[in-house]
């Protein structure tokens, strides 16, 4: 792995951390986990079930009840980008590739 992806790694570990330090502290909170892929990737529907799984599961193994929690995945159908009809920069096409977290109850 190389050290961008380490960072990135990290990064993303600290944020699930917070968010589950806020779930913890609103314990009626209730997110939506939108997991999105780019469409220039293979396997689109898998990796965007991936994605909003592993969030998912580090969620629940840190103590937050799955009920509390929802995943959708939308693959490529909302992109920040549309990298088919325009040239797209490496940060552009990561950007498209992401999950956020949506409050759906507090």
Known sequence: MNLTAQKKNIALKNRLEKLVKTM?????????????????????????????????????????????????????????FDCKTINCTEEQHQQNRRCEIIITEL
Not at 32 to 39: A, L, N, P, Q, Y
Not at 48 to 76: A, F, P
């Open 24 to 80: 913890k502290k609103y314990p009626t909170m209730k997110i939506e986990i939108r997991s999105h892929c780019d469409f220039n990737e293979k396997n689109i529907e898998k990796l965007s079930k991936k994605r909003g799984q592993t969030i998912y599961n580090y969620l629940v193994k840190n103590g937050i009840n799955k009920n509390r929690l929802n995943i959708k995945n939308y693959s490529d159908t909302i992109l920040m």
